[in-house]
T-cell receptor
């Protein structure tokens, strides 16, 4: 297992188009998180899954955003009708559910540019 | 909800000197404080963490301290090297918030040769 994988690494799209990103977490990790990072800022929480259940969504996640983790393994994040403000790095992270907190393992992210 | 503030936003130190980054948090329920290092084009990488039942933790050249009463925590890097140049993020989370990690805004550390 080589860690958390994200695909694609870069995506350029025209405003109004739909885009979908994929995240493959570390295999034994049952929690998966999506974050968004804009230039010069720290990552901001978007949503998280425990196995296939989406348990929390941030108010940052507008109706144009949807995330799935259908079999409790990989996850997808779709943005519909992209806007220029959606340009950011989208980070995926995974961790084991545990009685105590553990740090996440992040992927390298998908950089989205909306033109 | 939790709010994490981080200072300074940029820091430049001479190679071999020490660097200190400071953070404060707002939620007294937070009990886990990780630090991440992010290099250009990569995702954040966990470098050290501390839990609320510990006041200090050290790993080679890096150390973290936690003052629960003041809600302050700090990262100390000694004998800095060029490869320490990166953006560093402090963060906080609590088990009650499903381990959702809230990040500070980051410190860009530059090591001068």
């Amino acid at each position: 297992d080589t860690g958390v994988s994200q695909d694609p690494r870069h995506k350029i799209t025209k405003r109004g188009q739909n885009v979908t990103f994929r995240c493959d977490p570390i295999s034994e990790h049952n929690r998966l998180y999506w974050y968004r990072q804009t230039l010069g800022q720290g990552p901001e929480f978007l949503t998280y899954f425990q196995n296939e259940a989406q348990l929390e969504k941030s108010r940052l996640l507008s109706d144009r955003f949807s995330a799935e983790r259908p079999k409790g393994s990989f996850s997808t994040l779709e943005i519909q009708r992209t806007e220029q403000g959606d340009s950011a790095m989208y980070l995926c992270a995974s961790t084991k559910e545990a009685a105590a907190n553990y740090g996440y393992t992040f992927g390298s992210g998908t950089r989205l540019t909306v033109v | 909800g939790e709010n994490v503030e981080q200072h300074p936003s940029t820091l430049s130190v001479q190679e071999g000197d020490s660097a200190v980054i400071k953070c404060t948090y707002s939620d007294s329920a937070s009990n886990y404080f990780p630090w991440y290092k992010q290099e250009l084009g990569k995702g954040p990488q966990l470098i050290i963490d501390i839990r609320s039942n510990v006041g200090e933790k050290k790993d080679q050249r890096i150390a973290v301290t936690l003052n629960k009463t003041a809600k302050h925590f700090s990262l100390h890097i000694t004998e800095t090297q060029p490869e320490d140049s990166a953006v560093y993020f402090c963060a906080a989370s609590s088990y009650s918030s499903a381990s959702k990690i809230i990040f500070g805004s980051g410190t860009r550390l530059s090591i001068r040769p």
